[in-house]
T-cell receptor, first 115, second 110 residues
């Protein structure tokens, strides 16, 4: 297992376009998290899945954002009608069934730039 | 969302100096973690502390969890340029989720 993979690493898009990011967690981890991080700040929680169920969504996740984890494996995060304020690093993390106590394993992130 | 404040926000020191980073909240946490993040990468876990008053050492890094489990500190002895990075604390809430602090950006100058 090579850890948590995120694709793409970088995405530049024009304002108003839709973008989709993918996250492949560690295979034995049933919990998957999406965070957003702006430069020099800590990651902000967006949403969390346990298996295929989306258990919590932050108020930061406006109706332009949607996340799925259809088979409890990989997850996608889609942003519709992107705005310049969406520019950030989008981080995915996974953790084992006992939760994050053993630590989240983060991917390298997808850096989104909206121009 | 429990707010975790870290101080200082930025820290620039010479190689060989000691430093302490603080993580404070008004909320009680089940556990607290420290991560280090390098530019363009995701955070990497350094340590998890669970018990109030707990102290853990990782080579030149010493982590302490406050007695009331509301705060924590990270002390680095004899800092090296390889310690440069963004240090993040993250507190566990009752839902077994972690919320991250505001971050401390450390630069160690050779």
């Amino acid at each position: 297992d090579t850890g948590v993979s995120q694709d793409p690493r970088h995405k530049i898009t024009k304002r108003g376009q839709n973008v989709t990011f993918r996250c492949d967690p560690i295979s034995e981890h049933n919990r998957l998290y999406w965070y957003r991080q702006t430069l020099g700040q800590g990651p902000e929680f967006l949403t969390y899945f346990q298996n295929e169920a989306q258990l919590e969504k932050s108020r930061l996740l406006s109706d332009r954002f949607s996340a799925e984890r259809p088979k409890g494996s990989f997850s996608t995060l889609e942003i519709q009608r992107t705005e310049q304020g969406d520019s950030a690093m989008y981080l995915c993390a996974s953790s084992p069934p006992v939760g994050g106590r053993e630590g989240y394993t983060f991917g390298s992130g997808t850096r989104l730039t909206v121009v | 969302t429990q707010l975790l404040e870290q101080s200082p926000q930025f820290l620039s020191i010479q190689e060989g100096e000691n430093l302490t980073v603080y993580c404070n909240s008004s909320s009680v946490f089940s556990s607290l973690q420290w991560y280090r993040q390098e530019p363009g990468e995701g955070p990497v876990l350094l340590v998890t502390v669970v018990t109030g008053g707990e102290v853990k050492k990782l080579k030149r890094l010493t982590f302490q969890f406050g007695d009331a489990r509301k705060d924590s500190s990270l002390h680095i002895t004899a800092a090296q340029p390889g310690d440069t990075g963004l240090y993040l604390c993250a507190g566990e809430n009752t839902g077994n989720q972690f919320y991250f602090g505001t971050g401390t950006s450390l630069t160690v100058i050779p």
